[in-house]
């Protein structure tokens, strides 16, 4: 229980530093027709393909984050969810936070097969790199790590339409790629 505890306030403390930017005029799905975009959840939720999502935020002290997400899907199923969240600054105080927030919460999935994530640092740059391949993880075992309160796990899935709505309030964009 401490474990989750303290994975719940690291990742809050992480999306509280990076903000959320103005989420008035970013959706994550919309009805529009244009090339690439989104045209309905619900067509989604129904076919099969690979979204490509991003995130940006707002941090202090000349820290410029963003977040890159790659989503194979089937159905409302996520088959496979690959995230690249990156923060780039000149101060190298605020990349060793970061590195050490991604240290911390990389350890809690430690010999989780099938969630793999690594750490890149340049002079600039901290990235975490996060592969999870929902269909052959461990479901239960990353549930007692997260909890089962907040997730995007329905029925043994990670469920699309979820991961959609709970990206959608960071002001989260996807288009099919």
């Known amino acids: 229980m401490k474990k989750i505890s303290l994975l719940v306030v690291c990742l809050f403390c992480i999306f509280l530093i990076t903000g959320c930017g103005d989420m008035s005029s970013n959706t994550t799905a919309s009805k529009s027709s244009n090339a690439g975009k989104i045209k309905d959840i619900d ?25 890159n997400y790659y989503i ?5 199923n996520i088959l496979v969810l690959h995230s690249v969240e990156m923060i780039t600054s000149d101060n190298s105080e605020s990349l060793d936070q970061y590195e050490e927030a991604y240290k911390k ?23 975490r790199d996060t592969v999870i391949n929902y269909e052959k993880i461990d479901i239960d075992k990353l549930l007692e790590i997260e909890g089962e309160e907040d997730n995007i796990i329905k029925d043994g899935k990670a469920k699309l339409a979820m991961w959609l709505e709970f990206a959608s309030k960071f002001g989260t964009t996807c288009s099919e790629a």
Do not use: Q
């Not at 991003?54 to 963003?66: F, K, L, Q």
């Not at 194979?72 to 409302?76: A, L, Q």
């Not at 097969?113 to 002079?123: L, M």
């Open 43 to 67: 067509d989604l939720t129904s076919s099969s393909g690979t979204l490509t999502c991003t995130r940006e935020g707002t941090a202090s002290d000349g820290v410029m984050p963003s977040f």
């Open 72 to 76: 194979t899907y089937k159905n409302d």
């Open 105 to 127: 919460i990389n350890t809690y999935y430690k010999g989780l097969n099938y969630y793999d994530s690594e750490i890149k640092r340049t002079s600039d740059s901290v990235a």
